[in-house]
Nanobody, 126 residues
Framework: QVQLVESGGDLVQPGGSLRLSCAAS????????IGWFRQAPGKEREGVSC????????IYADSVKGRFTISRDNAKNTVYLQMKNLLPEDTAVYYC???????????????????WGQGTQVTVSS
């Protein structure tokens, strides 16, 4: 069955870095666009970044541009989110998700995704 498993979340000081991983199984990762979302306590879920199946298209939320980098290693069935210069407002549970349909375009809307991971907690605090 399709599974997405996030890892790499941790407690980090402001200005620090983390790399999140999203391990995919049960489908051919090469064919699918993958997105990262986050949800902070009391806030709506927001799209953070997305990478297309062909690896030629990426999108970022304005709040993370220049600080976060999304990448994928299809041979390892894994998508990464490198996060630098972390801010307290980056504190949230981070989820990866698969866009519906083969070779679909990137999307910042959760309704365009069909499978989600369980999430990994990122806490930025001194």
């Amino acid at each position: 069955q399709v599974q997405l498993v996030e890892s790499g979340g941790d407690l980090v000081q402001p200005g620090g870095s983390l790399r999140l991983s999203c391990a995919a199984s049960g489908f051919t990762l090469d064919y699918y666009t993958i997105g990262w979302f986050r949800q902070a306590p009391g806030k709506e879920r927001e799209g953070v970044s997305c990478i297309s199946s062909s690896d030629v298209s990426t999108i970022y939320a304005d709040s993370v541009k220049g600080r976060f980098t999304i990448s994928r290693d299809n041979a390892k069935n894994t998508v990464y989110l490198q996060m630098k210069n972390l801010l307290p407002e980056d504190t949230a549970v981070y989820y990866c998700a698969r866009v519906m349909g083969i070779r679909a375009l990137c999307s910042g809307y959760g309704r365009h995704y069909d499978y989600w991971g369980q999430g990994t907690q990122v806490t930025v605090s001194s």
